[in-house]
């Protein structure tokens, strides 16, 4: 299984980038997607997520800037991100659970907010 993300890159502050990340290979039904970050010298956290009905889980610091969304067609989940601020700079992952419980991750794409 390989997860391919995409979308990052230096952004101004209040810019608007989409992240996308497919996934491919055997994938027996995918439950849950979501995306991570991990900005430096801080913990991976969760920014976003999306069940298989639908249901979407986002962080308090994202909530109204951004939203996730996904392709069950093309197994692939996005982010988008609106009104980006300085403090949103991080590596992003996306990351799948498959109805089995196991969990895949993509390599990470770099999201720098700079003026």
């Known amino acids: 299984v390989q997860l391919q993300a995409s979308g990052g890159g230096l952004v101004q502050p209040g810019g608007s980038p989409r992240l996308s990340c497919a996934a491919s290979?055997?994938?027996?039904?995918?439950?849950?997607m979501g995306w991570y970050r991990q900005a430096p010298g801080k913990q991976r956290e969760l920014v976003a997520s999306?069940?298989?009905?639908?249901?979407?889980n986002y962080a308090d610091s994202v909530k109204g800037r951004f939203t996730i969304s996904r392709d069950n067609a093309k197994n692939t989940v996005y982010l988008q991100m609106n009104n980006l601020k300085f403090e949103d700079t991080a590596v992003y992952y996306c990351?799948?659970?498959?109805?089995?419980?196991?969990?895949?991750w993509g390599r990470g794409t770099q999201v720098t907010v700079s003026s």
């Open positions: 990351k799948i659970v498959n109805r089995g419980g196991i969990a895949y």
């Open positions: 290979g055997s994938i027996f039904s995918i439950n849950t």
């Open positions: 999306i069940s298989s009905s639908g249901s979407t």
